[in-house]
């Protein structure tokens, strides 16, 4: 599944994008004067191989859930059954990102693809109002091996991981999503994230790492060291993302790479969350580099790690809020700037039909 994903992702369309470019200049506004809306529009009429592209919609939002061995060094002063008791709260519809998906009409599914710990009051695939979040059993382990010891998954585990994402991508676009929406969950999970952006963008440990739920300083050390470790011991090479995903990767990094690959397989936009989502684009962007033509970046996460990864992805955030929650919460609140973009190209009349004198 994975090869034959990766091999159906194509560049984008250019005669779509010139014909998008050629519409923008005949609106009734100034040339540019929509700034980062324009060349999106442009990108997803590229992916969609038509212009003007389909309104991004509905979305759904896709939350990964996993729990981390990490954990035992001392990452995070959360105790690991928080991931659980999260994923519980998102059912209940008790979540932040339960608030934002119902102001943007978004539809939830959570994924628990690497919990460790039992999901309270979780005894079925789904969740008990069917107009509610949706659970989806995909446990590929019970959490993650700790990175500093030995390799986090092996290759085999990392791999089902990547497929589970991408059979999630298929079933919500076969089900009508317009867009996909990343969201994840996990106590720890923003080390193995600096893991990952540091080893697919070469940046330094320090650079990678920040204070992920606001650690304090001794905290933050041990988690750089811990960062530096891992890099040390496992040597991951980027040309190898499978590898990577494996030694320093989570299982709810390696399901949302899965879940870019899917969705761009498909030219289905998917819209970044935070630093969790852009350290698996970076993966995703390593099995199929024209797999960045199907991302939007939907914010600049307050981890630095996120603004050195977006960088090397060559992708600008459309908000900036200085969040730093995930669950897919940037993502939603960026989603009508996308919807926005993609409408003008459908609803602006040109200068010709509107009678209006151009300069």
């Not at 999901?119 to 979040?133: C, N, Q, V």
Request: hydrophobic share 50%; net charge negative; proline share 7%.
């Amino acid at each position: 599944m994975l090869e034959s994903t990766v091999a159906a992702i194509q560049p984008l369309d250019e005669a779509a994008m010139a014909a998008a470019r050629e519409l923008q200049g005949r609106l009734t506004k100034p040339a540019g004067s929509l700034g980062a809306l324009e060349p999106l529009s442009v990108r997803l009429a590229g992916l969609a191989g038509a212009c003007p592209p389909p309104l991004p919609e509905p979305a759904a939002v896709a939350i990964f859930a996993g729990d981390h061995g990490v954990h035992a060094q001392g990452v995070t002063p959360w105790p690991q059954e928080v991931t659980a008791q999260m994923i519980a709260n998102f059912l209940a519809g008790g979540a932040v990102v339960n608030a934002f998906a119902r102001q943007a009409g978004a539809s939830v599914t959570v994924v628990d693809v690497g919990v460790a710990t039992p999901i309270p009051g979780a005894d079925s695939e789904e969740s008990a109002d069917p107009a509610g979040p949706r659970l989806v059993a995909a446990n590929v382990r019970p959490g993650t091996r700790d990175m500093t010891v030995t390799a986090a998954l092996t290759r085999d585990e990392a791999r089902a991981a990547v497929e589970t994402g991408i059979r999630v991508a298929g079933e919500l676009i076969d089900a009508g999503a317009g867009i996909l929406l990343t969201g994840d969950m996990g106590i720890g999970n923003t080390t193995p994230s600096a893991t990952l952006i540091a080893a697919f963008a070469r940046v330094d440990a320090e650079a990678a790492t920040g204070r992920g739920t606001g650690v304090d300083d001794e905290t933050y050390a041990r988690k750089v060291s811990v960062v530096r470790a891992a890099l040390a011991r496992h040597e991951p090479d980027p040309a190898d993302p499978l590898g990577v995903l494996a030694a320093v990767g989570g299982l709810e990094h390696a399901a949302l790479a899965g879940l870019i690959l899917g969705a761009a397989a498909r030219r289905v936009p998917v819209l970044l969350d935070g630093v969790i989502a852009v350290s698996a684009a970076l993966a995703a962007a390593a099995f199929a580099p024209d797999a960045v033509g199907a991302m939007v970046a939907g914010h600049r996460s307050a981890e630095p790690g996120a603004t050195a990864a977006l960088r090397h992805l060559g992708l600008e955030p459309l908000i900036d809020l200085g969040l730093r929650l995930g669950e897919g919460t940037g993502a939603l609140l960026a989603l009508p700037v996308v919807t926005g973009a993609v409408r003008v190209l459908h609803e602006v009349a040109t200068f010709d039909s509107a009678g209006v004198a151009e300069k």
